[in-house]
């Protein structure tokens, strides 16, 4: 069954420590690739995303991801992280499944930034 | 530019009472969501409508009805409310619906409590 796992529920890492959130999935297809950014009370933003090309992607506030296709995984890095990054990331995989393209989300992984 | 808007922000409802959750935005997309988050579970499609006119089941559609309005605005109805459907309910829109490959733009969240 096609599946996203986001492996860290909770990480804490300390402002200015590099980051690396880990998102793998299960598809028999090449994929399309998201990652989201919850922050506390607000809704979902697009943080990049990866549909063919270059498998590492830039995307905004300093975020970015690499895809992987030998270990299906599509992780995403910052080198320094700032407090303001304290959010809930989503890893979400573009598939067509159930007779129709639609969006699996992971179940999110929580950072926490220490001062 | 708002984007996509949600009304109410919070609901408390007790078991049986129906409630609608409504949607709007302003960006001229022609495609919209409705999914719920739940702790530990991402998010999940309730239902979608790919066009003005059109509306599908997604993953998890049961006990819930919706009504695209008109371009801009997508209501999700909870009949008889559950305590399984206090959650936090996310309308979300992209431009066309290709579903796999569209950015989603999502609203601030409903967060929903049944008693």
């Known amino acids: 069954a096609q599946s996203v796992t986001q492996p860290d529920i909770h990480i804490t890492v300390s402002e200015g420590a590099s980051l690396e959130l880990r998102c793998n999935y299960s598809y028999g297809a090449t994929p399309y690739l998201f990652w989201y950014v919850q922050s506390p009370g607000q809704g979902l933003q697009l943080l990049l995303k990866y549909f063919s090309g270059d498998t590492l992607v830039q995307g905004i506030k300093g975020f970015e991801a690499e895809f992987k296709r030998s270990q299906s995984s599509f992780n995403l890095r910052k080198p320094s992280v700032h407090w303001s990054d304290a959010a809930e990331y989503f890893c979400a995989v573009g598939m067509f499944s159930g007779g129709y393209n639609k969006l699996i989300f992971g179940a999110g992984t929580r950072l926490a930034v220490h001062p | 530019n708002a984007g996509v808007t949600q009304t109410p922000k919070f609901q408390v409802l007790k078991t049986g009472q129906s409630m609608t959750l409504q949607c709007a935005q302003d960006m001229n997309h022609n495609s919209m969501y409705w999914y719920r988050q739940d702790p530990g579970m991402g998010l999940r499609l309730i239902y979608y409508s790919a066009s003005e006119g059109t509306t599908d089941k997604g993953e998890v559609p049961n006990g819930y009805n919706v009504s695209r309005l008109n371009k801009r605005e997508f209501s999700l109805r909870l009949e008889s409310a559950a305590p399984s459907q206090t959650s936090v309910y996310f309308c979300?829109?992209?431009?066309?619906?290709?579903?796999?490959?569209?950015?989603?733009?999502f609203g601030p969240g409903t967060r929903l409590t049944v008693l």
């Open positions: 979300a829109s992209s431009e066309r619906f290709q579903g796999s490959t569209d950015t989603q733009y």
